[in-house]
């Protein structure tokens, strides 16, 4: 299918919904013009809201792959770029050993001797011991592909820089073998949870589009789309459930897969409604610290009549 199929905001609403990512206007539309601008998007939001499963869904609907590059403190260049073959590299010198006299044979001079050997220098760095890391494989997709940066937050001020020259030109440098540049330039999203403030220069180079936890009918259109069978009832009550507890002062609040993965629980179990006593054994699938539970535990039955209630 490819990035034709990113033709309009409509498609790609529409596009997305058949791979199960309920979409909105505001997505849809940065979706379309990051491809169409041919500028990266920097997604940002709460931890759960459904950033990385943005670009994981655009690739499944475009039929294009996911490359994925996760950010951490300490990246750099050659984690994300490239790094040479060594182990490949030493066992080709150990090669080059054993023959040595035949590859010097007729040879007569020290010189003549160098221009040998020399001849073997580019076949050490060459494509076959080249092992690409995320953003020159993502270059050198042949047909595109939806390159992710996974919470660039994460990584230091220096790679923001070095990220900022790579989408600018989508090229790079690789001494040994020249420039690399992108027959198809991928569609780049960024992801951030705000753990650090991106710098402006970066900003500026993206669209940006914010992503907020999903207000109850767009949630329950997320979970009927991940979960065939729930009924209407235990629908609406356990996400009513989950939008309560995202009013309470929590450590982590519920994630949208978390919410996912409550109705597959619950569905499990056969649960028809929302009960106290059901609520209260899985709880765990939904809040991730004792201090959380504890305090939900004290407010329990208030929270269930409400989602009840609608």
């Not at 943005?54 to 609907?61: I, K, N, P």
């Not at 080709?92 to 006299?101: A, D, F, G, P, S």
């Not at 390159?147 to 690789?174: H, P, R």
Request: aromatic share 8%; proline share 4%.
């Amino acid at each position: 299918m490819g990035f034709g199929a990113l033709g309009s905001i409509e498609a790609i609403t529409e596009g997305l919904g058949s791979v199960g990512y309920i979409s909105t206007a505001q997505i849809s539309t940065a979706v379309f013009l990051a491809q169409h601008l041919r500028k990266p998007i920097l997604i940002e939001g709460p931890a759960g809201v459904g950033k990385t499963d943005l670009a994981q869904s655009t690739a499944r609907f475009v039929g294009l792959p996911l490359v994925r590059m996760q950010c951490y403190e300490g990246l750099d260049e050659s984690k994300a770029l490239y790094e040479w073959k060594y182990g490949k590299q030493l066992l080709y010198t150990q090669i080059l050993k054993e023959q040595l006299h035949h590859i010097l044979e007729g040879a007569e001079t020290l010189d003549q001797s160098f221009a040998k050997l020399h001849s073997f220098e580019d076949l050490f760095f060459s494509e076959a011991f080249l092992e690409p890391r995320p953003l020159l494989r993502a270059l050198k997709e042949e047909k595109g592909c939806i390159l992710l940066i996974d919470e660039v937050d994460k990584a230091d001020e220096e790679f923001e820089a070095f990220l900022l020259e790579v989408l600018s030109e989508y090229q790079v440098t690789v001494p040994e073998l020249g420039p690399v540049t992108a027959a198809v330039p991928p569609l780049v999203m960024l992801t951030s949870n705000n753990t650090r403030e991106i710098g402006d220069a970066l900003k500026r180079r993206c669209l940006h589009l914010y992503i907020s936890f999903p207000e109850a009918a767009r949630e329950q259109a997320i979970v009927r789309a991940r979960v065939p069978g729930i009924s209407a009832e235990l629908l609406g009550q356990l996400v009513a459930f989950v939008q309560g507890l995202r009013a309470e002062e929590l450590k982590k609040l519920p994630s949208i897969a978390e919410t996912v993965d409550w109705a597959r629980t619950l569905l499990l179990l056969h649960a028809e409604s929302l009960e106290p006593e059901l609520v209260r054994a899985t709880l765990n699938v939904l809040l991730k610290f004792e201090s959380d539970i504890r305090t939900v535990q004290a407010k329990l039955e208030t929270l269930t009549r409400k989602a009840r209630e609608g």
